[in-house]
């Protein structure tokens, strides 16, 4: 069993290059915790958490506050601090999911699959960044010509306005590039098939996420009646959420996350689990920094997923935490192939707002 010698804790708030809108707020600044993660035998490991109001269960303060309450158990005893982190999955799983992230870095996982993601890129999907029906189209346009085949578009806010900016796009969007259409639980039952029974279906891969995450009964009702085919996201954590999706006709696809999941071993189990039940899978996190974003992708290159993925968080704030920055090659995310990507942990202390530390000398 991994030895812990000192654990960190990194509270930061990077500001955007842009806001980004959605259906739940707008968003200037990303909220991250930074974990990283020495053994007594010198291999360190970092892992990230971004919770967001409104999408993950715990609050940036509620996620602090747990920090600083696990970083003694694990440095002290680290068979009860797993224990513990298993605990936060249910209440914290952003938490969770980081601290498990930065033990899997620990034991290599990420190196490991450094190799697999040089040798094959992963294709991103492109955000329409606009609430404006009339220049969405032109966004479209332009993320096309840059090659991207998978568009974002965020709705959730009013039916007939939110339908009019998808037909415009769908209007001048050329055969094979495919909508993804996102409403972040921003309607009713009522209002999220009245916008799905007033868009064209056939450039449309998925509605994403239409109601509520917890009105299952609601979720049942619009995937029974909508034309459009369902992906569910943020009602998706654990097991239980995915066998339920499953279950319900209409609902194609999960959006999963290494956060929502627990960490990357319980990612890997999850795509699995949806594989068995026959769901499609996408990945990814559009709200993280670069750190989280290479992590997802490796995992995506690795276990071969073939929907555009959507770890794109790294493209919007305006600094970057890793050594070797991503970059897009079109929708490709690429990183050099000859330096695999550290945290810049100088960088990260002169950023934090706050942090935390145990030490293992100190515990005992």
């Known amino acids: 069993m991994i030895r812990i010698e000192t654990i ?4 930061l708030r990077l500001p955007l290059k842009q806001p980004y809108e959605n259906a739940l707020g707008t968003l200037s600044n990303l909220d991250a915790i930074l974990y990283r993660i020495v053994t007594a035998d010198g291999r360190s490991g970092w892992g990230e958490a971004c919770p967001v109001e409104g999408y993950s269960p715990e609050t940036a303060d509620e996620a602090w506050e747990a920090t600083q309450a696990i970083l003694p158990l694990m440095v002290l005893d680290m068979a009860e601090g797993q224990a513990a982190v298993a605990r936060l999955v249910s209440t914290h799983p952003f938490v969770a999911a980081a601290l498990n992230e930065a033990l899997a870095d620990v034991e290599g996982v990420f190196d490991a699959a450094w190799k697999a993601f040089s040798a094959r890129p992963v294709e991103l999907l492109g955000t329409v960044n606009t609430l404006d029906p009339e220049a ?89 009646q909508s034309p459009l085919p369902i992906m569910l996201d943020e009602s998706i954590y654990a097991d239980d959420d995915i066998r339920r999706a499953a279950a319900i006709a209409g609902v194609t696809a999960v959006k999963l996350k290494m956060s929502k999941a627990g960490g990357p071993e319980q990612l890997q189990n999850q795509i699995a689990l949806c594989r068995s039940l026959g769901l499609d899978v996408v990945i990814g996190n559009g709200v993280a920094s670069d750190l989280g974003c290479y992590h997802e992708a490796l995992m995506q290159s690795v276990l071969g997923l073939d929907r555009a993925g959507e ?54």
Not at 8 to 11: K, N
Not at 168 to 173: D, G, L, M, R
Not at 333 to 361: C, F, I, K
Request: charged letters at 25%.
């Open 8 to 11: 960190e804790a990194f509270r």
């Open 136 to 224: 969405a189209p032109q966004v479209a346009l332009d993320l096309i010509e840059a090659g991207y085949r998978t568009l974002k578009v965020k709705v959730g806010y009013e039916p007939g306005r939110d339908a009019q900016r998808v037909r415009n796009i769908s209007a001048v969007i050329e055969e094979g590039v495919r909508m993804r259409i996102d409403a972040n639980q921003g309607y009713d039952v009522d209002r999220a098939l009245a916008f799905a029974r007033s868009v064209p279906p056939d450039q449309i891969e998925v509605f994403e996420q239409p109601i509520h995450q917890k009105d299952w009964d609601g979720i049942v009702s619009v995937a029974g």
């Open 311 to 364: 770890m794109n968080g790294f493209t919007k704030p305006s600094t970057g935490v890793l050594s070797a920055p991503l970059r897009l090659d079109g929708p490709n995310l690429m990183v050099p192939q000859d330096e695999v990507p550290v945290v810049r942990r100088g960088l990260v202390a002169d950023l934090a707002l706050a942090t935390a530390v145990a030490h293992a000398t100190q515990a005992r």
